[in-house]
């Protein structure tokens, strides 16, 4: 595995840098708080305090910023695994959890209890208080935590209908390559809301998120290529998309599916599948794959009626 791209291996380089003729202390602080944020769980970084053990000393610089950032991290990821637990049976014992991990200073804590807030888990419902607990950790540069604020000015919810604002956060988030805030993006473009429509750079988010495998960015990417918005009309194509959506039991995507292989837009014409995905579509509660799914029963039926039975005697 390389070396940067996992928790161990970026503690490791920041380690490398008390030592040697390329020490740095800074260079090593500033591997060790990556080594921090992609470790995913408190056991990893207590395996970090053991190997710390061999090179305590070199810097006390260091050390002090290691001995508070892991320790610190260490109680936080243990707080929000414990609230990971819990949260199925005992929401408001979850809630307790997040917060005591909030109030360390956790981004990743501070947008869960924006979600607690915004769907009252464990706790009154108050969307205000829920964009407030987004906004901490928006400023933090949490990405998820970006969408989110863009998705409450969007809405709205807790705030102001604000566009611009949404957009903005959107951004944010985008940069980091979030999914979610892409196909948010996408979705502005593609509605003109706050800006002119552009189906083509509502295309262009779509593909980005699709490509990450966003189930809800998969659908719309298939509706531009099946209806030819900002991208050229192509239905072999939207039927490609629709499949890796609707593969992932994205109910719309499902009932699109059905639609092309009961007309043969994209796909060879089938009544058989056509009427299997949309049983997958309605199972979900979508009402117009309700209604086809009893179209295309009655066009099986008929079919079947249809059928002439030959008598090999009768030659």
Request: hydrophobic share 35%; aromatic share 10%; charged share 30%.
């Amino acid at each position: 595995m390389n070396k940067k791209g996992d928790a161990k291996g970026r503690l490791e380089l920041a380690l490398s840098y008390l030592e040697g003729g390329d020490k740095s202390v800074s260079l090593a602080i500033e591997w060790l708080d990556k080594a921090i944020a992609s470790a995913e769980s408190s056991e990893e970084l207590s395996a970090f305090q053991s190997r710390f053990v061999e090179v305590e000393g070199k810097e006390p610089r260091f050390d002090a910023v290691f001995h508070e950032k892991v320790g610190r991290d260490v109680q936080i990821k243990t707080l929000l695994q414990q609230a990971d637990k819990v949260s199925k049976t005992d929401k408001a014992a979850a809630f307790e959890l997040v917060k005591k991990a909030a109030e360390l200073g956790s981004a990743v804590a501070e947008n869960k209890m924006g979600l607690y807030y915004d769907n009252g888990w464990g706790i009154e419902k108050d969307e205000k208080i829920a964009v407030e607990w987004y906004r901490k950790a928006a400023d933090k540069g949490y990405a998820s935590a970006q969408d989110n604020l863009g998705l409450c000015y969007y809405l709205p919810t807790g705030v102001d209908k604000d566009y611009d604002k949404a957009l903005y956060w959107y951004k944010k988030a985008a940069d980091q390559n979030h999914a979610s805030a892409q196909k948010h993006i996408g979705d502005i473009y593609y509605k003109g809301h706050g800006v002119d429509i552009d189906k083509a750079e509502a295309a262009r988010w779509y593909q980005k998120a699709a490509e990450q495998g966003l189930a809800m960015a998969q659908w719309m990417l298939g509706v531009c290529y099946y209806y030819g918005d900002g991208v050229e009309e192509d239905e072999s194509e939207a039927v490609l998309w629709y499949k890796k959506a609707a593969e992932q039991g994205y109910a719309k995507a499902q009932d699109a599916l059905g639609d092309c292989y009961r007309k043969g837009r994209g796909v060879e014409k089938s009544l058989s599948r056509a009427k299997a995905w949309y049983q997958k579509a309605a199972a979900h509660g979508v009402k117009s794959a309700q209604s086809s799914l009893e179209e295309v029963e009655k066009e099986l039926r008929d079919e079947a009626n249809h059928c002439i039975i030959v008598d090999p005697l009768d030659d």
